[in-house]
Structure formats: structure tokens, C-alpha cells
């Protein structure tokens, strides 16, 4: 399905910063549809040679949380024109809310339509008149349940009139604040009502119990909003700024949604100014009580925290190890000893790297090509051959679970390693081996149908005639085997290159482990 930019700007010739504001509207108008019970449909003129009545193309649609759609189908992407479009034709020639008419039927369904004007206000200059009609929100409401309405629906319904207002005359939606990235809280966590004077005048029955939570248990009609806020506030300072949020929505502003603590307990707030005709008569509050929410996100932040400095122990204890192991090969003089110990401490190092990048993560995943360009720089600086030897990786290997990634950095320490010194002997080690060679070893890495792809490829001398992997009985290409297929579940093969060298190919699977 399109998308409302694109059926916007296929079909009509509004502006980017019209587009932009019809987003704003898109993004807000949950609250609308709710406190109107009706579905809202965004609907932009077609462009085109002018035509009476007009045709209408629906780039946009929302139904209420607070009471049963009129559509059962999607309106996205229709054209209609006609009589079905005169309320609509209406409200953008007139400039005005369009309310009159009698009920329509969609096959079993009655629903009384209105048409809300969309105006885009310029922000530099609200005294300026107003900017033409760019599109009409229509507002149909499922009458198959119509009764009596209670003393939330009414309070609803006038709050949906007045910033019905407000989109007409181009102030609601407000622009997004920075950092703000949704619309929460809704019109049923708990809507307030206040004055213009800041009273309240009416709170629903979730609002009240979010207030009851914070400690005030009496009724909130009647009370000073910002001042009971401010009181009843944990912390003086953020009370004082609950309280100042709240008074700039009565005189107009649109502040950003800020959280209210007291007794243990979170309640989120949004203030809403109420100006329908540019006239302030009060504001709309709607709280959340989010203590729970908040309290697993502590627990969380907790939780990961514990898991970090796990890792950044282990981290420290694998660097004890290497320094013990370190140590102990300089006081080796047996060669083969020797040699055994520092590629311990090889390995134990590249194992505590990937410790150190999940201790500075806040999840159980890394950042693998960092791990790799150290792994590589070291296997570069113990190689022992005649002539330099370059490693160079292509393609990324993006992020990797810990389980992933702390067995493939083994396998790929063990198998730079094997290719510096194996690949490039020392002269005098082979004599057939060209004195001006430069060695150079790329480890490539690409994603293909959930799976990891690795290659290790060097241009060195190649594998020994006789050469099986499955047979060797070095350490090194043994530990290799074992976690290419045990622990990475994975295969591997070591073969030479058509051009000279060798190249291992290593494939994991990325899938549910």
C-alpha cells in the first residue's frame, strides 16, 4: 500500500511543508478519533482541471479505541466524487466545520459524517490570516449503538469539538518536540479538563486513580492542577516543573510530556492547550500511571548493568591469566614450551576482547569488525616471517550475538595466525620462498539466507602435498575443527587457491540457536 506521501504527491500539488503537517495530523489524531468515537479519514482534493463537485482521494484513516468503527474496509487510496463528497466539498469551499446533514448507511452500519477543514498556520506569525483549506478530515461516527451519553462521553465530545477547532483553525497538531517520538498517553489512561483559570472541571476514572497513586485521594474537580502537582511531587524541582507545564498550556504553549513521582509511584502527563477560534479557555491533561513500567525498566537497567560488570571482570581475569601465562614463558627455556604458552596467551587475549566490547554494550551483542581489525593487528605484530605480511578485511560482519562471536574469534585468531606463519616461513626456512614476496592475507566476510560467510585467504606458499585438515594434529587447526562444527554449528573447509595461496571458507548459521 502507498503511503500518504506518496499518494500525496502523486496526486495533488501540496507543498513539502503541507505534506509535513498532514504527517503531524497522521501521527496525533488518535486522540481526536477517540474523543470523537468516530473513525477520521484524511481526505486531499485531486488536482486537476477544476471541477464541481470536487473528487476527494482518502490518504489517510484511524478508527477510535473508545467505540466500533464505521468501516470495516480500509478507505486508503479510494477516490470518490458526487453527492458522496458534498459535505467534504463544503467544508474546503466554505472554510468551515460542516455538521448539518442527515445519517448515511454503509450497507447495515448508520454513521453521521462531518467534515473538519485542514489548515496549516504559519508558526512565525499566528496573527496572520489563515492559509488556504489543503485538505478535510472526515469525521464519521457509528450510530448502530447511539444513546444516552454519560458525563465522560459528553466531556469527550466537547474536548473533540474544541480541538476539532483547533485543526480548522491550523493550531492542532502541535510540532513535534525533539526527542519525542509518540503520542502517549491516550484518552483512556485518564483524561483531565481544566478552566482557563487551571480548576479542573472534570477527571475520568483513570485519571483519578493515576492522582490516587501520586497520594491525593479526594476528588479533582476543583482543584488547581499545577499546584496539586507541584505538591504532591516527590522532588520540588520536577514538582515545580509539572506545575509550569501546566500553566503554559493555559496560556497556549504546547509543552513536551513530562513524568510526575511520588510514593513510589510514575504518573506520565501530556498538557494540551485548548484554543478553538484562538480564544484559551483551559487545557486538556492526559496522565498515564506508568509505575510499572517504569519499575521493569529499572529492573532492566539494573540487570544489564550486573551483566556488564560481569563481563568487564571476566575481561579482567583473562588478562590476569594472560599476564600469568606470559610470565611463566619467559621463564621457559624449552622452545616448544615456549611457543605453546604464547599461543595461550593468544588465545586467552582474543577470547577477553570480546568480553571487553560486551562490557560497554547494553545488550548481548557486539560490534564484530572492531574485534577483528585488533585480532588482525595482532596477529600482524607476532609474526615471525622474513617479509611483511598485510591483512586486510573486506565486507563487514556486522553485529553478532555473544554465543557467536566469542567461539568465531577463536577461530579466526587461530586461522590468521596459521596463515602468517605457515603461509609466509622465513627464507631460510623455504628456500623457493621469494626474498621481495609481500604477503598479504584478506579475511572477507558477507550475510547470505541467515547464514555467515568467512573466508581467510592468504597468497603464501599453500598447503603441503598430503596435506587433511580432518587428520591434522596441530593444536591450533584441532580447536579450529572443534568449534567451526561444535559450538558455531557450522562447516569449514581449508583447501588451496587456484592462484596460489590457501584460503579457508568457514560458514555459520545466524539462526535461533
Partial sequence: MSTLRDLVEEHTALSPADIDHLHRIAGDWQLLSDLSFADLLLWVP??????????????????????????????????????????????????????????????????????????????????????????????DTNLSTARTPSQLELNYLTTADDLAQMVADGTFPPPRLPGEVTSAPRVGDGLIRLDAS???????????????????????????????????????????????RILASLRGEFPARMEVEARGATVLTRALPLLPAGVPIGALVLVRDVTEVRRRERALMTKDATIREIHHRVKNNLQTVAALLRLQARRVDAPEARMALEESVRRVASIALVHETLSMSSDEAVEFDGIVDRVAQAATEVATTGSPVR??????????????????????????????????????????????????????????????????ADNGRGLPDGF??????????????????????????LRNRAVGGTEAVLVVPLGKR
Fill in 391 to 456: 591483512i586486510r578485511r573486506e565486507g563487514t560482519f556486522g553485529v553478532l550475538p555473544a554465543e557467536i562471536a566469542t567461539s568465531l574469534v577463536m577461530v579466526l585468531n587461530e586461522l590468521l595466525i596459521n596463515a602468517v606463519e605457515h603461509g609466509f616461513p622465513e627464507p631460510e626456512d623455504d628456500e623457493a620462498a621469494p626474498a621481495d614476496h609481500d604477503g598479504e592475507v584478506a579475511v572477507s566476510a558477507h550475510r547470505f539466507r541467515k547464514q555467515l560467510h568467512v573466508t581467510v
Fill in 468 to 493: 587433511k585438515f580432518e587428520g591434522s594434529n596441530r593444536l591450533g587447526l584441532q580447536i579450529v575443527r572443534a568449534l567451526a562444527t561444535g559450538e558455531l554449528r557450522g562447516s569449514i573447509e
Fill in 46 to 139: 485531486i488536482k486537476g482541471e477544476p471541477r464541481q463537485p470536487r473528487e476527494f482521494l482518502c490518504v489517510a484513516q484511524v478508527r477510535p479505541t473508545t467505540a466500533p468503527t464505521a468501516y470495516q474496509d480500509d478507505q486508503v487510496g479510494k477516490i470518490v466524487g458526487g453527492p458522496e463528497v458534498a459535505h467534504l466539498d463544503v467544508a474546503i469551499t466554505q472554510e468551515r466545520i460542516w455538521r448539518e446533514g442527515d445519517p448515511v448507511w454503509y450497507g447495515d452500519t448508520p454513521a453521521r459524517h462531518e467534515a473538519i477543514p485542514v489548515r496549516l498556520r504559519d508558526a512565525t506569525d499566528l496573527e496572520e490570516a489563515l492559509s488556504e483549506v489543503i485538505a478535510v478530515i472526515g469525521r
Fill in 198 to 244: 487551571g480548576k479542573v472541571t472534570y477527571a475520568s476514572p483513570n485519571a483519578q486513580s493515576a492522582y490516587r497513586r501520586l497520594g491525593f485521594n479526594a476528588h479533582l474537580v476543583g482543584e488547581e492542577l499545577a499546584k496539586l502537582s507541584s505538591r504532591l511531587s516527590g522532588d520540588p524541582l520536577e514538582g515545580n516543573d509539572a506545575a509550569e
